[in-house]
C-alpha cells in the first residue's frame, strides 16, 4: 500500500520477515503515528496477535505462519525430536490467540504439514518457505479480489463498509477495499460509507486512515448509522470481509454485521462478503459452529485517542464496576447474502454448491 510518510509516498506491506524478525506496522498507532515494530520470536508474534498489534483474518493468517517459521528458525540446532516438541508447542501457543479467523489455522496447518520430514534443516526450509507463500497466496488472492470485485460497482456508487477488511487486514490490497481501490484507479467515481466499528474502531482507525492515503472520497459514519443512510437511499451497495465462512455460506466478521446485512436485505440493497479461499472453513458447516471470540471488557470500558495535548491516552466511558460483555464477531446467515466476491470469481447461491464447486469437492 501507499503510505504517505513526511511528505514523501512509500510502498509497505502490512507485514513481512526478516531473517528471524517479524516487522510489521503497528496498528494500534494508527492513524495518529505509523511505526513500524519488530517480533524477536514466534511468542512475541503469539502476543502481538492476541493484542491485536496486526489484526485482520488475512494479516493474522500470516503471522501464524511467519509465528511457526520462527520457532523453526529457534529450534533449528535441536534434535529432530526436540524440534517437533518445540514446534508443536509453538503452533499451539499461536492457535490459542485468537480463535475466529479461520485464515491463522490454515497457515499453521499449512506450516506445520510441510515440516514433517527430512532432516531439521530440511524441515525448516520448507516451512520459512510455505509461509512465504502463504504471504505470496494472500497478496494475489487480494488482488484477484479487487478485478473481480471491481466489475460489481458502477460509476457513482456510494458503498457501505464495517471494520476494516482492508490492505491492513491483509499484506497488501485487502479484501472488502479492493475491489473499491480497483474501481478508483480504474477512474470510477466511488463513496465510502466508513462504520466507525466500536469498540476497536478499526473503520474510524484505520479504514479511513487508508482511504485517506488513497485520496477515495469516505465519511466515517457512527454504527448506528448506517440504517438511516440505506433507507434514505444513500447506500448502493454493501461490501465486507469475513473471518470464517462456513460450509453453507454463513459468515462471521466482525461484530454488527450481521445487523448490517439485515438492515441491508430490508431496503434491497446488495450485500456482498469478499473473501479468500483461505477464509473459507469447509469442514464447518454452518455459522453455529464457528467459534466467537469474547475480548477483554476494556475494550468497551474506555477508549483511546489522542487529548488535547496531543499525548495518546485513555478515557473511561463506563464506571469501573460496570458489567459489559464484548463479543468480536458475529455470524450472518447466508440468505442475506448477494454474493462472495473471491479470488475464482463471485459465487452465488446456493452457497453450499458454489463454495464446493470453488473450493472442494462434496465428498472431501
Ligand atoms: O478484530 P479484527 O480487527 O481482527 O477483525 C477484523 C474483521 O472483522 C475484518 O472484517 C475481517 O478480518 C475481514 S478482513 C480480513
Given at each position: 500500500m501507499k503510505v504517505k510518510i513526511d511528505g514523501e509516498t512509500r510502498?509497505?506491506?502490512t507485514l513481512w520477515m526478516e531473517g528471524q524478525k517479524i516487522r510489521l506496522i503497528d496498528q494500534r498507532r494508527l492513524p495518529h503515528r505509523f511505526e513500524i515494530t519488530t517480533l524477536e520470536n514466534h511468542k512475541e508474534t503469539a502476543k502481538a496477535i492476541k493484542n491485536m498489534v496486526m489484526r485482520g483474518a488475512g494479516a493474522i493468517g500470516v503471522a501464524g505462519g511467519y509465528g511457526i517459521a520462527q520457532a523453526a528458525l529457534e529450534a533449528q540446532h535441536m534434535s529432530v525430536k526436540g524440534f517437533e516438541t518445540y514446534l508443536f508447542e509453538a503452533a499451539e501457543r499461536l492457535r490459542k490467540t485468537r480463535p475466529t479467523a479461520a485464515n491463522l489455522f490454515h497457515a499453521i496447518d499449512r506450516c506445520m504439514e510441510a515440516s514433517i520430514s527430512g532432516s531439521v534443516h530440511e524441515r525448516v526450509r520448507a516451512i520459512i518457505s510455505e509461509a512465504d507463500s502463504v504471504a505470496e497466496d494472500d497478496l494475489s488472492a487480494s488482488r484477484r479480489i479487487g478485478e473481480?470485485?471491481?466489475?460489481?460497482?458502477?460509476?457513482?456508487?456510494r458503498i457501505l463498509t464495517h471494520c476494516n477488511a482492508g490492505a491492513l487486514a491483509f499484506i497488501d490490497y485487502g479484501t472488502a477495499l479492493s475491489p473499491i481501490r480497483f474501481a478508483h484507479m480504474r477512474g470510477k467515481q466511488v463513496f465510502?460509507?466508513?462504520?466507525?466499528?466500536?469498540?476497536?474502531c478499526?473503520?474510524?482507525?484505520?479504514?479511513?486512515?487508508?482511504?485517506?492515503?488513497?485520496?477515495i472520497p469516505y465519511a466515517v459514519i457512527v454504527d448506528n448509522a448506517a440504517g438511516y443512510y440505506m433507507r434514505q437511499g444513500e447506500i448502493d451497495m454493501v461490501i465486507v470481509g469475513a473471518d470464517r465462512v462456513a460450509a453453507n455460506g454463513d459468515v462471521a466478521n466482525k461484530i454488527g454485521t450481521y445487523e448490517k446485512a439485515?438492515?441491508?436485505?430490508?431496503?434491497?440493497?446488495?450485500f456482498y462478503v469478499a473473501a479468500?479461499?483461505?477464509?473459507?472453513?469447509?469442514?464447518?458447516?454452518?455459522?453455529?459452529?464457528?467459534?466467537i471470540e469474547e475480548r477483554d471488557p476494556e475494550e468497551v470500558r474506555s477508549m483511546w485517542g489522542l487529548n488535547e495535548e496531543g499525548k495518546p491516552s485513555k478515557v473511561l466511558i463506563s464506571e469501573e464496576k460496570t458489567n459489559i460483555r464484548n463479543p468480536a464477531f458475529d455470524v450472518t446467515p447466508a440468505e442475506?447474502?448477494?454474493?462472495?466476491?473471491?479470488?475464482?470469481?463471485?459465487?452465488?447461491?446456493?452457497?453450499?454448491?458454489?463454495?464446493?464447486?470453488?473450493?472442494?469437492?462434496?465428498?472431501?
Open positions: 510502498e509497505v506491506r473481480y470485485g471491481c466489475d460489481l460497482i458502477d460509476d457513482g456508487f465510502v460509507f466508513v462504520d466507525e466499528t466500536r469498540p476497536r478499526q473503520g474510524a482507525r484505520l479504514t479511513a486512515w487508508e482511504l485517506e492515503q488513497e485520496g439485515v438492515v441491508a436485505k430490508e431496503n434491497r440493497i446488495p479468500p479461499r483461505m477464509t473459507f472453513d469447509l469442514s464447518c458447516r454452518n455459522g453455529d459452529f464457528i467459534e442475506f447474502i448477494s454474493g462472495f466476491i473471491t479470488e475464482v470469481g463471485i459465487l452465488r447461491p446456493p452457497y453450499s454448491d458454489s463454495i464446493y464447486e470453488a473450493f472442494g469437492s462434496k465428498e472431501g
